[in-house]
Structure formats: C-alpha cells, structure tokens
C-alpha cells in the first residue's frame, strides 16, 4: 500500500481491513485451514461461538468468496464449508496476526489494567 493512499470508503485495504476487524471471520477461516467441515464440528472446533453467529459468519465468508459451501443430498442432507482458493490466502495474514497477539498479547492485557488502574474506562476487548 503506498503512502499516499488515503483509506477512502471504497479502498481496497480498508475493506481487507473490514474482513478482519470481525472476530469471528478470521477464526472460521482458522479452523477451516485443514479442509472443509460441517457446522456442528465447526463449533465444536471454535470455544463460544453460537449457532447463529457462525451461520452468519459463514454467509459473510462465502458472500466474500471466501467460503464456499457444498451441500449434499441424502436423509438427512448435509451441508460443508471449505475456504476457496481466495480465503486461502488469508491464512498466512491471520497467521501473523496469531503470532503478534502470541508475542504481544500480554504487553496489551498489562497497558489495559495500567489504562483501568488510572480510572479511564477500556474500550471492550
């Protein structure tokens, strides 16, 4: 991204942005990384997830293109949800992500309580 580019309401890296800034997008696509699977294992695979949120979650991913989902006949049908090839490439962004939070996360918890102890309000993790 170059330096002059401003984060106008149609740029590119304001909506990769948008795509992150939801919790739940980046995990769904986390635990879709070793292949696809069906809701009920999904939420087994994500701690605190509800089934309407992760029915959300998926519809925003696959109305991004990066979630694709295949939904097999037979009694009862099922359904399954596996990353294309676009939702792929999110994973090494999240993985970074992942390792910064790993390294730093405790740095943030800390200023967070220093924030508290002073008597300001933090904003909601």
């Not at 992500?97 to 924030?115: I, L, T």
Request: a neutral charge; aromatic letters at 8%.
């Amino acid at each position: 991204m170059s330096h002059d580019q401003s984060f106008l309401a149609d740029c590119r890296a304001r909506l990769a942005f948008d795509l992150l800034a939801n919790t739940w997008n980046s995990v769904v696509l986390w635990a879709l990384k070793d292949g696809p699977c069906r809701p009920g294992a999904l939420r087994g695979r994500i701690g605190g997830i509800s089934p309407k949120v992760l029915t959300e979650t998926l519809r925003r991913l696959e109305c991004g293109g990066l979630v694709d989902r295949r939904a097999y006949g037979g009694s009862p049908p099922r359904v399954e949800y596996g990353l294309t090839a676009l939702g792929r490439t999110l994973l090494a962004p999240i993985d970074a992500f992942g390792a910064w939070a790993f390294e730093h996360g405790d740095e943030v918890m800390a200023a967070r309580e220093r924030y508290a102890g002073e008597g300001g309000d933090p904003p909601p993790p």
